[in-house]
C-alpha cells in the first residue's frame, strides 16, 4: 500500500446520540518530540512514518474539519459500578484502511477531557513506552490487541509521586467500545438508544450477525466466545491484564488498557502485581472467574432488547452465561495442551495440564521457560531432575506423547505454542529507566526480540531468566500513571 500524507478519517461513532461522546481538543504541546514511532504499522496503515508528526500537528491545527471526541461510558471498577468516560484519551478519527476495515485512531494522555473528573489528563512518558512495549508484544504473540502507533515527549512535567516527563501515546483500535458503554447505555439511555448501541457495534465489529434471528443473541453469543478465547490466550502466555474493570473490556477482543498489566514469572495462580489490587481480585487464576462475571455483567446491559418478555429475556441470557464454563474448558485447555504438544485436545488429557501447573506453583517453576524446556531433551532431564514427583510427570507425559503423536510431533507443536521471551518485568523495568533518560537501545533491543517470541537462538538467552525472587515479591505496577 503506497503510503499518503494524511489519515483518511470517518466518524461513524458520532451518529449515536450525542450523550455518547464530547467533543474535544487535545492540549496544544508546544514542544512535542517523537520518541517512537512504529514505521512498519505506520507503513501497514498507509501513513508514512516521517510524516506522523507533522500530520498530528496539521489535524489538530483546527483548520480541517475534524471532530475530536471522547467517549462516556461507565462500568464496574473492582466490582462497584461508577461513571467513567476517556478522562485522557481522544479519539482523532476512524481511520479507513485500504480494505475498507475501520480503525479508530486515538491520542492517550492529551489532557483533560470532560470526563477527567479531577485526573490532569496527561500521561507520563514511562507508562506510555510500556504500553507500546507490552502491546507490541501482545501482538506479536498472536493476540488481539490495540496496536500502538507512537510516543511522543510533550515538553511537559506530569506530576505523579515525583515529576516525570509528559508523553502521549498514539494507539489503533478496531474500536473502543467496551462493556461499559452497554452499561452506559443501559443506565443513562433509553431503551431505543441502548438498540442504536447495539445494531451499531453489530454492523462495525460483527456484520455477518445483522441478518440472524436475533442478532442482539447472536452478538451476546459471540462476544462470550471471543472474550473466552481472548482471556484463554492471556493465561497461555502467563499474561496478567490487571485491571479488568468492565470499562476495559472491549466489544472487539481486543486486549487494551495496558496500565498494570504484567506477565508472570513463577507460575502461581495468585500472583498480582497491580499495586492496587490488594484482595487480588485481578490475579492470574481468578481471569477466567472475572471475564464471566463481565460478561455477566454484559449480558445485564442486554436485557431490555434481547426479547419483549423481561422473562424469556433473562432465560436466553442465563442459557448463554451458563455456557461458559463448558466453552472455557474446552479453549483453554485446547490452547494448554499445545503448550505440551497435544494438536488436538481430549478431556483424558487436562489431567496433565492441571498436574503439571500444580507441580510448577509447588516448585517455584518458571511458567515460560518450563514450557519451553520440555521441548528439549536436556533441558527436560533438568526438570526431570528436580525431584519425583515431576520425573514421575515427565515419564507419564513421554509415554502419552509418544503413544500418540510421536515426540517429533510432539515438538514441533510446542514450539510454535510456548514463546521463548515474554517481556519480563525486571528486563521492561530496566528497559523503560534507561530510555528515560534518554537511551532507547535496551528498549529497542527487547521490542525487536518480541517480534518472534517463538523463535529461540542463542542471543535471547538475556532475556529468558526470571528475576529473582526479592525483585519478583516487590515489583508492583501502576494504573493510570
Ligand atoms: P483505567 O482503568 O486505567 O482505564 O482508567 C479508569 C478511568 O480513569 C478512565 O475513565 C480513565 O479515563 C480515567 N483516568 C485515568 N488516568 C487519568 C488521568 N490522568 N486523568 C484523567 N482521567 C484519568
Ligand atoms: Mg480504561
Redesign the pocket.
Known amino acids: 500500500m503506497k503510503p499518503q500524507n494524511t489519515f483518511r478519517f470517518e466518524y461513524s461513532y458520532l451518529n449515536l446520540p450525542e450523550k455518547f461522546f464530547s467533543f474535544e481538543y487535545p492540549e496544544v504541546f508546544i514542544k512535542p518530540e517523537i520518541v517512537k514511532i512504529n514505521d512498519k504499522l505506520c507503513r501497514d496503515i498507509g501513513i508514512a512514518p516521517e510524516n506522523l508528526l507533522r500530520i498530528i500537528d496539521e489535524i489538530k491545527s483546527g483548520n480541517n474539519d475534524k471532530k475530536f471526541f471522547s467517549q462516556a461510558y461507565a462500568g464496574h471498577q473492582f466490582g462497584h459500578f461508577t461513571m467513567?468516560?476517556?478522562?485522557?484519551?481522544i479519539i482523532l478519527g476512524e481511520h479507513i484502511l485500504e480494505n475498507g476495515n475501520r480503525v479508530d485512531i486515538q491520542l492517550k494522555g492529551s489532557g483533560r477531557t470532560a470526563?477527567?473528573?479531577n485526573?490532569?489528563?496527561?500521561a507520563t512518558l514511562k507508562a506510555m513506552l510500556r504500553e507500546y512495549l507490552i502491546s507490541e508484544a501482545m501482538y506479536n504473540f498472536g493476540i488481539s490487541t490495540s496496536r500502538s502507533l507512537a510516543v511522543f515527549k510533550t515538553g511537559e512535567n506530569v506530576y505523579r509521586e515525583q515529576v516525570n516527563d509528559g508523553a502521549v501515546l498514539l494507539r489503533l483500535m478496531k474500536s473502543h467500545i467496551r462493556i461499559g458503554t452497554f452499561e452506559y447505555a443501559a443506565n443513562f439511555c433509553t431503551k431505543n438508544v441502548l438498540k442504536e448501541l447495539s445494531y451499531y457495534t453489530i454492523k462495525r465489529l460483527y456484520p455477518e450477525l445483522i441478518n440472524e434471528d436475533n442478532p442482539i443473541l447472536s452478538l451476546l453469543r459471540k462476544f462470550i466466545q471471543i472474550q473466552v478465547n481472548l482471556v484463554a490466550d492471556w493465561m497461555r502466555v502467563g499474561f496478567i491484564h490487571g485491571?479488568m474493570?468492565t470499562?476495559?473490556v472491549a466489544l472487539s477482543g481486543e486486549t487494551f488498557?495496558y496500565?498494570p498489566c504484567a506477565f508472570m514469572n513463577y507460575y502461581n495462580t495468585s500472583t498480582v502485581y497491580s499495586s492496587i489490587d490488594h484482595f487480588g481480585r485481578y490475579a492470574y487464576g481468578n481471569q477466567p472467574r472475572i471475564i464471566k462475571w463481565n460478561l455477566a455483567r454484559f449480558a445485564e446491559t442486554l436485557l431490555p432488547i434481547l426479547h419483549d418478555d423481561e422473562n424469556i429475556a433473562i432465560q436466553l441470557a442465563q442459557n448463554e452465561i451458563n455456557e461458559f464454563d463448558n466453552l472455557w474448558e474446552s479453549v483453554y485447555y485446547e490452547k494448554m495442551l499445545k503448550k505440551i504438544g497435544f494438536e488436538a485436545a481430549s478431556p483424558d488429557l487436562y489431567f496433565l495440564i492441571d498436574d503439571i501447573l500444580k507441580l510448577m506453583q509447588k516448585n517455584y517453576l518458571d511458567f515460560t521457560n518450563t514450557f519451553f524446556m520440555l521441548s528439549d531433551e536436556n533441558a527436560r532431564e533438568i526438570i526431570s531432575n528436580k525431584n519425583d514427583e515431576l520425573k514421575e510427570w515427565v515419564r507419564i507425559w513421554e509415554n502419552i506423547i509418544t503413544n500418540k503423536v510421536g515426540i517429533d510431533n510432539a515438538i514441533t507443536v510446542m514450539q510454535k505454542n510456548n514463546p521463548v521471551l515474554i517481556p519480563r518485568n525486571h528486563i521492561v523495568e530496566k528497559a523503560l529507566n534507561e530510555a528515560l533518560t534518554g537511551n532507547l537501545e535496551l528498549f529497542e533491543n527487547l521490542l525487536k526480540k518480541t517480534l518472534k517470541p517463538y523463535y529461540y537462538e542463542v542471543e535471547t538467552d538475556d532475556f529468558m531468566n526470571p528475576p529473582d525472587f526479592d525483585f519478583e515479591t516487590r515489583y508492583q505496577t501502576f494504573?493510570?500513571t
Open positions: 467513567l468516560g476517556d478522562g485522557r484519551a470526563y477527567s473528573r485526573g490532569d489528563g496527561k485491571v474493570n470499562d476495559n488498557d496500565g494504573c493510570g
